[in-house]
Every structure is written in C-alpha cells, then in structure tokens.
C-alpha cells in the first residue's frame, strides 16, 4: 500500500493532457491535493496566489518553457520544485539543479517512484534545518539557519536549498570525514543512497560559490574513495 499524504497542494505544469491526467490521479489516490495548469504563466499565478508545497514542472511547454519558469520559481521562493520531462540527457538534468531544481525525473516515469520523490522531496522540505536557531561558523565561512545566510569572509553567497542542506550538513560535522552514502541519506533522504552524481554535482556547485580557486579547494576537501570533509578554509 502506498504512503498517503496529508492533504498537501501540489502544483502540476504540464501542456500534455494525458501526462497531466496521469500526474493529477497518482497525487490524488496518494492523498495530495493537485493544482494543473498547461503553461508557465498561469502556473505561476497559482504557485503566487496558493502557496502549493511543491511543484512537478515538465520543460517543453507552450510559451515561457519549464527552464525560465524554474530560474524564476527560485528566485521568488524555496517552494520545492520536481523537473518531469521526456528531455533527460546528463546535459538537461545537470541544467535543471544548476536553475535550483531539486530533483529531476524522466519521462515515462514508474507512478511508484514518482510519488516516492515527492514524499523525499516534501519530507527534506518540512523538516529542513532552517527551524532550528542556530549559526554555523567555519573560519570565515558562515551559515545562518534562521535566515539562510551564507557568507565567506563577509561575501554574501545565495545557496539553492539543496546546497544550502548540503553545506550544513558538512558544516555539522565539520573536520570529519561525511561518506556519500550518509550525505545522500541525510542530505537527499533514503531513496538516494545510490546517487553519487548528486553528491560530486553539489559539491561542486558550492566550491564554486564558496571556495576563492574551486580546482583547489580549502573548505571542502574531496577524501578519495570516501566522501568529503569541511575543514577550516585559507
């Protein structure tokens, strides 16, 4: 039996009406209260308008396409955003997180493992780290869990919210070695344990962001064959 849901309002972006029908029927006997629409536009009047928890945006739509609809999802909120798209080359997939998507699945697509997604997803969202009132600090390097404020040395740096879960996980456990295993269980949630392209992708993305030569980096040490580790930065 599938894991039922509490009611939550889930945002649909998709011009094919079948994919659309088969997106809003899986939501619905999973408990989920589905929104639709066939376009961009109008789908972001709904996310503005009612605030839905997540959103299942497809990429060839009519109009404004799923890439800018998501680049400006992201600037306006952290609401969760799922990529469903027949377009799944690496090329797309890596271009769907570095717009702040926080996962991505391909078409066709097991109604199971759908669902799945979306509960890691939500699950990753509700009980996100920016409840707790803390401040992480790392030689110059800083996080702030009540606003999401992440600077280096007094550099303001703007963190998608994977990253954002990602370097407080790091920060946690700083100058211990975080294998991939625990950081995709902890970071993604369980389904992801196997998902070492996520952990080398984001690692990167933040180097990039974080570190002052990303091909030599100082906070985020890669140890070979084991996973990463947060150390004091230059």
Not at 32 to 49: E, F, H, K, M
Request: proline content about 5%; glycine content about 6%; aromatic content about 8%.
């Amino acid at each position: 039996m599938l894991e039922t849901s509490s009611g939550d309002q889930i945002l649909v972006i998709e011009d094919d009406p079948e994919s659309r029908a088969l997106l809003e029927d899986s939501l619905s006997a999973a408990g989920y209260v589905p929104l639709s629409t066939s376009n961009a536009l109008d789908g972001l009047r709904l996310l503005y308008n009612s605030r839905p928890a997540l959103v299942l945006l497809d990429i060839v739509l009519p109009g404004l396409d799923g890439w800018e609809a998501c680049r400006r999802i992201r600037e306006a909120s952290e609401i969760p955003i799922i990529i469903v798209s027949g377009r799944s080359s690496h090329t797309d997939i890596l271009r769907g997180f570095e717009l702040g998507a926080d996962d991505y699945v391909s078409k066709p697509f097991d109604k199971k493992e759908l669902l799945s997604r979306v509960r890691a997803v939500l699950r990753r969202s509700k009980n996100g780290e920016g409840k707790e009132l803390s401040v992480f600090r790392c030689d110059g390097l800083e996080a702030d869990l009540r606003t999401h404020h992440v600077s280096v040395k007094g550099r303001k740096v703007t963190l998608s919210p994977t990253e954002f879960r990602l370097l407080i996980y790091l920060m946690r456990k700083q100058n211990t070695v975080v294998t991939h295993r625990e950081l995709l269980f902890h970071v993604w949630g369980p389904s992801y344990v196997n998902e070492r392209d996520y952990i080398k992708l984001y690692v990167r993305y933040l180097r990039k962001k974080l570190e002052k030569d990303p091909e030599n980096p100082k906070y985020i040490v890669t140890q070979r064959g084991l996973g990463y580790r947060l150390t004091p930065g230059p």
